[in-house]
DNA sequence: AGAAATTAGGTAATCGTTTTCCTACATTCT
DNA sequence: AGAATGTAGGAAAACGATTACCTAATTTCT
């Protein structure tokens, strides 16, 4: 049969020439469509007999099938694109890793895509994707644009995370965290220490999360009856959480009566407002308590002063990968988590 | 021609039933081989006058080839991998996110892999990436597997970064920076500043870039004449980085001569050195200078008590791209920088 | 016992490209 | 002028799977 077989060949799956279907089949002795439906599991369609066979030979050939091909035909791929506004934030890159683990255990092919929070990326990498047959996208961070609104008649094939798709979609499959809730909650913790009076400097509201979380704050402040003059609300556009916490916070130290507490929604503009106050009001320091809004397991390394809520990224695969696969509409609210700094002063 | 075309369809690419390169050399009035190799700038095989007609035709028509069928067809797919061994690791994430953007810009689509530094896993990735037809695959931290080998005998379809090759690689496509150049930077910075005595807390050595830096700070060391005594080297095995600096610095303190002065062959592992001082020593924290290596942005901020190697992490992506292409052997090495903490003391 | 239904598996069409042959015409060389 | 070369483009064969359709042989039903 092999002429010119090295002789020292024992069992390596060589897969040195192009081993396909059609080998498998051969070596086991039975048609092409016989192989498939072992390998796709369309049972009622071959007998255990063959299944062995077939299965021993895919094992003994180290055979795998070419993706192309079963895409081209079945006009299906097992790749899920994560669209990701911004990977620099630790967040995401949190998130990301979690879903690449949870799709990976359920056969899908992670592709990580930075759109940089442009319509005109996010539209890029949707068409690509499109021509790559991809199962779904990942939406983290979506804004509005053309292919997105193209690609809503779908909605099975998106999944949104912690910010809601910008338009609304009927069918909408959303995995995040009750954000409404989560403020609530530090509303609440700030009252409980007397902390008065109150900041808040946020993020750009143009995401969803960052909306459900200024507007949140601000009613529960409300209906605790503790005040949260405008003043104390600080968002500048434009740069980054970093330097958003950093130009708030001072602003905030000019104000007649600087606030005692900063509630700040997201840990990178905790951060920044940390940063500020090591550098101007290093005095100030302990004074302030800053609360943030993440919380990556980092934060007990490097920012033991930082309270605020623990969003459970390592659980966010896992729930990306159900709203994948469920066939009705879905909101999926994960249980967020208050946690305190682990330091008593902001050292 | 379209006799039930919806009248308010004016140019919109409708994409709606699957429209593919028949579709565009129809509308051209060409065959569709001719199509293709327009789209493949085959030229000399067409003429300008048809190269307009069909590139006209692909923009009304909002045409994108079917990657599929242009994979089964060619055998290669723009398909990179990038394996990284820990995406928990800032460090990774950040050339994770660098490869993405540069590898998008030169038409890859990059797949994001993590093998949790397990053979298993990385030989399951690599199987995977070999049934996609994958372009190449990104090394973020090799460990040695029979897959690995196997694909070595094609060494331009991998790049190494940071982490060599378990196993010498002819061939070998590298991208790093000069290791054995950065340490010798330290010592002699810590030399100079007389922060005797000094102390290192190094990762495992199975990564042959920890491998470089712990040799080279020793042998800098040596002729430096500087002490470094093997009690003020350590490493916690089988624990992450954040406690190998905790675990290192703890039993660093227990030495009858505390370190002055200790450098972390990674920025994680200065994070958890810190922490232990933090927690176990406060009174020592101003006065042990900490060295780390990577210098994420986000140390400006939130640790900014921090000396250490800047990696140029954003420019990896580049380089990966260039040793991608490169067509024979390449080595190559970033520059890296020197950065001072920003506050004097560890506060 | 004969009809109907189920099981097992083969044949061949199909997915949408790329690419190898061809052919035909126009140019340049001898 | 005839041969050689180059240019432009069409027809059709791959690429490697999935699956609709078909045929036999068995089992189950009436």
Redesign the pocket.
């Known amino acids: 049969m092999t002429p010119k077989d090295p002789p020292n060949t024992p069992k390596a799956p060589a897969q040195s020439a192009?081993?396909?279907?059609?080998?498998?089949?051969a070596k086991a002795?039975?048609?092409?469509?016989?192989?498939?439906?072992?390998?796709?599991g369309?049972?009622?369609?071959?007998?255990?007999?063959?299944?062995t066979k077939v299965l021993q030979a895919v094992d003994e050939l180290g055979?795998?099938?070419?993706?192309?091909?079963?895409?081209?035909?079945?006009?299906?791929s097992r790749l899920v694109a994560l669209l990701a506004s911004n990977m620099a934030n630790p967040s995401m890159a949190s998130i990301a890793a979690a879903a690449e683990v949870a799709l990976r255990k359920s056969g899908y092919v992670m592709v990580l895509c930075d759109t940089h929070d442009q319509p005109e990326q996010q539209d890029e990498y949707l068409k690509e994707m499109g021509?790559h047959n991809a199962r779904a996208v990942v939406m983290l961070g979506a804004v509005d644009s053309p292919e997105l609104r193209q690609l809503a008649k779908s909605p099975e094939r998106i999944v949104f995370v912690n910010r809601h798709a910008p338009v609304p979609i009927e069918g909408e499959r959303f995995v995040g965290i009750d954000n409404r809730q989560a403020v609530l909650d530090v509303a609440q913790w700030m009252h409980q220490r007397r902390q008065s009076p109150m900041a808040l400097i946020h993020g750009d509201v143009r995401s969803s999360a960052t909306r459900e979380r200024v507007d949140g704050f601000v009613a529960a402040c409300k209906s605790l009856k503790q005040a949260l003059p405008r003043s104390h609300i600080c968002f500048t556009p434009g740069v980054s959480h970093l330097d958003i916490g950093y130009l708030g916070m001072k602003q905030l130290m000019t104000q007649k009566t600087p606030p005692l507490s900063v509630f700040c929604t997201s840990d990178l503009i905790a951060y920044g407002a940390h940063r500020c106050l090591h550098e101007l009001h290093p005095g100030f320091l302990h004074l302030i308590t800053l609360v943030g809004f993440d919380h990556s397991p980092l934060n007990d390394w490097i920012a033991p002063w930082l309270h605020g809520i623990r969003v459970p990224y390592e659980s966010y695969g896992e729930a990306i990968v159900s709203a994948l696969d469920s066939d009705k509409p879905l909101n999926l609210l994960l249980p967020h988590q208050w946690v305190n700094a682990r330091t008593a002063s902001a050292l």
């Open positions: 192009s081993i396909s279907i059609a080998t498998v089949a002795g039975v048609s092409i469509a016989t192989v498939s439906r072992v390998l796709n369309l049972s009622s369609k071959f007998s255990k007999a063959t299944q055979y795998r099938p070419t993706v192309a091909a079963r895409t081209l035909r079945s006009g299906q021509s």
